[in-house]
């Protein structure tokens, strides 16, 4: 009766801790896509958007309430309204720190557990204000619901497995006594020689054990007979932990070597076989010198003398290319010393060739980056000073300046919104908003966009509608950003004089949009890699190009999200068609 008292009362507060786990991951969740929409609207809406945010988000979650204060702690959107332009007292409490985010447990007047969270928000590197977020957490009779649901199992499975318990330990006290028996035996020998041990019937994994160091020690040829017995039972354990430890290395996706003080290779794993392309049993590292093993099977054998110039007593790394086929590996080799008993070093080798292709394209996209972001100032900036300083303006030529200004304000305006997209995609708070759209209209206002990129190259820029295309029931702003990002790009890698497509077709309950060009094309190594973030081609003719690698990523999402599918063929110096499949009326995916 005890027992059931106490695993009752293990039930219920096992249960009261989920539910409290669970109720702070998902207000985590919830504060952190809430602060990352909010900075989202701050920035194109200034602070008039926050008071609807917050009442959305209040509407759509178990909130107790939630609040946005300015940098002065001053509330200026919160569930109630009548605390606007107050002063936002800290809650008191146990804190908790996740990161940004500052968490404090309080109790209510009725002993409830209500977990308040802020986080700080900020906008282009600057905190504008706070997010509040207060949740209740689970109270007596939700936790009491809960219990009650499972507590049948919980208690009736921990009795039936202290009863096995019970039956396997009883099985195991027997092989015990007999192993117990046999060692007291051996320990009181005199003699020098190990007594007749005998094997036990394989009941358990206790006597599979004693069975192996039994035939491990009737097997075993010692150099030294005067061994003793304790010593010789030793070094069969040892040899037995031995052989598991390599078998643990020899499972191993990094690759691994011990060498000698000679730096001769004594243990080699398959791993390092096969990143170093060394499969066939003629050509095992065993009894090789490293340098002369590594040296047959890399590119840069130069680097190879410097890191085995560095002092044997301390670590060494190095990275090095290995051509494999039409392929280029990068893998980075470490060598540490073994220093217990020991003047050999330990080497460890690992392919770093995605790591390094995802450095390479951060780094391509921050160089894209800055540009995007630098020319359109420089020229809003450049063509602002010259109508400032101009004292007499011709009226075509200041139209000309504004209409320049205000298409790198609006090229500036783009980028920007793109990074707030691929923020958001992050975050996972990226959305649809569906409507119905007429869709000839929507073709319509895409193509307009377009058409100045591709008279600026002397382009023909086709466009093959149906006749009746009527509506869909889609986000207008997200699909037609998705149109002119693919038709952007068409007519980007498109030289002067070429050809850019955009083709519909409207069947059943899905809407088919295919651009095509006649541009530079797309190499087939690389075609499963273009819709992710960053990734940009290494075709000079596409780097000479400025591009942040975004686009496509985006797209792809915008399609996912409409519960779309979108693919791509190309061939190189022929030209690329990405093709759009979107349902013209289904939900939203998650």
Known sequence: ??????????????????????????????????????????????????????????????????????????????????????????????????????????????????????????????????????????????????????????ILVPLAMIAAGAFVIRRMTGPLEQVDRQLREASVSNTGTLPPLTKLPASCSISVGWNRIVDALQHQQPDHPKQSIAERVANAIQGRKQRDSLQ??????????????????????????????????????????????????????????????????RSARAEFTRTSGQRQRVLRVERQPVKEGSDGHLWSIRDVTQQKLAEEMRGQFIDSATHELRTPLANIKAYSETLALMEDVDIEQQKEFCNTINSEATRLARFVDDLLSVSSMEVGSLSINRQNVHLERLFEEVVEKVRPLTSSKSQELGVDLPEKLGEAHLDKDKVATMLVNLLGNASKYTPEGGRVGLIVNKADNHLTVSVEDTGVGIPTSELPHVFEKFFRSKDPRVQKETGTGLGLALANEIVRLHGGEITVKSAVDVGSTFTVSLPLYQEARL
Request: aromatic residues 6%; hydrophobic residues 40%.
């Open 1 to 154: 009766m005890v027992a059931i008292t106490w695993l009752s009362l293990g039930v219920v507060y096992a249960v009261y801790s989920v539910l409290s786990h669970r109720n702070e991951n998902r207000s985590l969740l919830v504060l952190g896509q809430t602060a990352a929409e909010a900075e989202i609207v701050y920035l194109r809406q200034g602070a008039s958007g926050l008071p609807d945010l917050v009442d959305r988000t209040s509407k759509a979650h178990q909130i107790q309430w939630c609040a946005i204060t300015d940098a002065k702690n001053q509330i200026i959107a919160h569930t109630d309204p009548g605390k606007v332009g107050l002063e936002q007292e800290p809650p008191i409490g146990e804190q908790l720190r996740w990161g940004a985010v500052t968490a404090t447990k309080s109790q209510t007047a009725d002993a409830q557990t209500v977990l308040n969270m802020h986080v700080p928000l900020e906008v282009q590197g600057e905190t504008f204000g706070t997010l509040w977020m207060a949740t209740p957490g689970p109270d007596f009779w939700s936790t009491a619901k809960a219990a009650a649901e499972v507590a049948p199992p919980a």
């Open 248 to 313: 643990v290395l020899d499972h191993m996706v990094e690759g691994f070597a011990y060498t000698d003080a000679e730096g001769s290779i004594q243990f080699a794993n398959r791993a390092l076989d096969a990143l170093l392309g060394t499969t066939s049993s003629t050509d095992s590292p065993t009894g090789c010198p490293i340098r002369d093993y590594l040296a047959g099977h890399i590119d840069n054998v130069d680097e190879l003398g410097k890191l085995l110039d560095v002092s044997p007593e």
